[in-house]
């Protein structure tokens, strides 16, 4: 409930997912925003229902595959979080990485997330490039970001992560950098 006053942001729930795996039209929806001359515009923001001919042009505009992260990837992946971290006013407080997508738990940063989001996914790409035989994109474009303001959500979020972790034969927090 809002009481007049500005709620405090403690961080922020960043999902990216690897290029190609979530497509517009994808069945479980999508918040893709594109134009299209047969099909028409689909608004930013904003969940869209599966729709079979618009993931069936995406998918034939794609470029390259569909990346899936192989361990090699995934260690790359994890070194540059944790580097970026190091040298961040943002802290790593749960991580997940799985074959199709990661999911980040970061503390607040005053700095624009966008931009923050962006400069990982450069950050990353570069060091997949560098450490792995993988050439092409790594990242679908954009992200899902939501804002964390209170200590329930903060845990329920960074618990939902863990599990990821878990289901997985790792520890809740395999990765040293996390907070």
Known sequence: MYHGRTPRTLGRHIVKSGYGLWLPGDRRGHWSS???????????????????????????????????FT??????????????????????????????????????????????????????????????PHVGPVWARGKWCTYVFDDGQWANTRQYIERHNTRHGLPPRPYGFIT
């Open 34 to 68: 594109a134009w299209d001359d047969q099909i028409g515009y689909t608004e930013p923001h904003t969940l869209h229902a599966g729709d079979p001919i618009r993931q069936r042009m995406a998918e034939e505009r794609m470029q390259h595959p569909p990346v899936r």
């Open 71 to 132: 361990p090699d990837m995934i260690d790359a992946i994890v070194t540059t979080v944790g580097r970026c971290a190091e040298t961040s006013d943002w802290r790593v407080a749960a991580m997940t990485i799985e074959s199709t997508h990661m999911h980040l738990l970061m503390t607040y940063t005053p700095r624009d997330i966008d931009r923050t989001c962006k400069w990982l996914a450069q950050q990353t790409t570069r060091f997949v490039h560098e450490r792995t």
